[in-house]
DNA sequence: GATGAATGAGGATTCATTCAT
DNA sequence: TATGAATGAATCCTCATTCAT
């Protein structure tokens, strides 16, 4: 009788299950997670799981939304309490972010999109919407302040702003697919960072 | 004239079904496909599918190794018998390369293998030695070869050839996973590819 | 009064499946015998069946087990609260024993042996050292302990305790192959008993 | 290409494929032998082993019936030809036929008897008609010529033939499940038929 | 609310049998 | 005849989901 690894309220339960789904689900990938392996994971009958998701779909819907929710909230605090120069604030939390990313659970939540996204197109839309399309807003927004502001000059960046998140992807997939064979990521990172400065100032 | 229930092609088969699998895991992933599902799409029957692959897995690592062959033979091709300027390289032909890869079968074995890869290893593997070893060997030789001749100058990016791959592979996962967003991939990988020589040109 | 469609009875599940597969398995032998065929007779759904049988392999050595340790208890209940002389327990006790067992499920696990036991020698191993062993140990003790009495004499008999099994064995495949053809077992049985002993007696 | 075991002519394959099928369904049982593998062992085509035995089943009867065929002239061969007092045919031809039975493929034809046998009812009526019954009727034949020669008394024997088989039968099951078990068969049977004459003689 | 025994649709795999060549 | 590629019914087994307790 292995102890139960969560004895909270009630009211944590959803999180609970939900994170011990995103642990099931980066192992195994959805498919291959069973609902009651899950259960087991969130110290939790199989029944009970029932009762707070509906279904093992909503219960991976459940997933997505809830690590998109943290990170949206982090994303958004970082923006909008900053004052630094465009360069400074891209060198600098921007940077931050983006290289703590791969480590992150969003690493876990983009393979889930990419095998069970083609078949949840309300889901990839949530995380289009309230991720993707909030992240190359902002990093639009800095890069087209700093043109106003003169640090930058026009370029066709503020077209591509998935330029940014190349590296952070590619990273993401590395250490999904190719995880032993060693890729400094960080430096991947920064010298896309480098080189997109470079590229637009003045 | 009803189609004949018997059509003996042996030497066909593998391929036909192998491409089948392509089509069906590119739509549904592995997992969600039946094999039942491939077979009909090769015309086959389900038993004869077993008849060439003995597990679904080994069909499934079939597929992979069927693309990355094809691959291979074409990478390889373009570099070998090539006599233009490093730089004329990379605009050129690996550009090319580059640009058409998302929407070529490549992408389906990425998806496939962010989603099942953790599982198997040995196919990793064999992916990795076979098409990212080998074409990340051989930006570096282009590379290598521009500051040889003088093109170039030595920078970080010998050692980071994946910020080749990154917009490459930001333009798979965006195809699998946003298709119906628009997003230029062309021009992402070619700002890509202006900007490292920007930064690499001496 | 529809029959409820859940009973939960988890203790008594395991025996009544076993008893289930073992009638299902003396009609129709094990190869034969579908798992739902089981699962009918013991009026449970197909999945419940694999919640206490991994496989359908392991339905079958738990059936051979549980006529096993059956059997067991009986033999070695009868052998160790006698003080009857050797030559009255062979007559008595032993007799009776041996003629009930050619009707016994003994019959059908005997037969499953013959089957499948050549696949599957722990289960041979198993039935050997908890039945057939214990059955010929104690019947040379029976004998020996007669010979050290004196109402035995020293005879080739000790080294061959399957003569007594003989009859045994025989009634037993002649209930399962040529069951329309009448056999006296019991006089057979009776008749071997006769010989021996008059073949050991001093 | 292992070279086929036999290169025949074709009125000799029928043989050939009932000699094939007759190995295989010793070692694995008839359930578990696959027709494909018969057709290898025999050197002949999957699709040849239906121009000759329609089914699987009919093959099976075949095998059954062509061991039966051999053993009956074998046995009646013997019988026929002798002049020997009865304890002397007993002891000597009658006690050689019985000591290479556990040996001889009657051996397996009595286990797919057990297996299969009572699915297939008339296969068994068969066997029992021309082998069993006539191996009876043998016996009780030479027990009734002695006892009308004065060398034997009238007994229970003359109605249980079938204790002269229980040794030959415990030897062949033995033989089956047991077969690491060192087993005299030779001695149990011999004993056996000494326990019997001196149940008999006068 | 909790539990986990019970269900049954669904899917991978096998193999006797067929038939184009 | 002879072959073995091709078929598909049959079967084992899994697992999301339900429900008696």
Do not use: C
Not at 185 to 198: A, G, H, R, Y
Request: charged share 30%; aromatic share 8%; proline share 5%.
């Amino acid at each position: 009788m292995p102890k139960p690894r969560y004895q909270r309220r009630k009211e944590d339960r959803p999180q609970e299950i939900t994170e011990a789904a995103l642990e099931a689900f980066a192992e195994k990938g959805y498919a291959a997670t069973r609902v009651e392996e899950v259960a087991k994971r969130a110290g939790v009958s199989k029944g009970l799981m029932y009762l707070y998701f509906k279904t093992k779909e909503e219960l991976f819907k459940a997933v997505v939304k809830s690590v998109v929710i943290r990170r949206i909230d982090q994303l958004i605090g970082n923006i909008e309490t900053t004052d630094l120069s465009s360069e400074d604030f891209i060198r600098g939390p921007l940077l931050s972010f983006m290289k703590q990313v791969p480590g992150s659970p969003v690493a876990i939540v983009i393979r889930l999109l990419i095998s069970e996204g083609p078949r949840h197109p309300d889901l990839v839309d949530y995380y289009y919407e309230n991720v993707v399309a909030k992240g190359l807003a902002a990093i639009t927004g800095f890069v087209e302040q700093g043109v106003k502001r003169g640090e930058f000059r026009k370029s066709v960046i503020t077209e591509l702003p998935q330029l940014f998140l190349a590296p952070v992807m590619l990273s993401i997939i590395w250490g999904i697919v190719f995880k032993t064979r060693q890729l400094d990521t960080d430096k991947l990172i920064e010298t896309q960072i480098d080189m997109l400065l470079t590229h637009i100032k003045a």
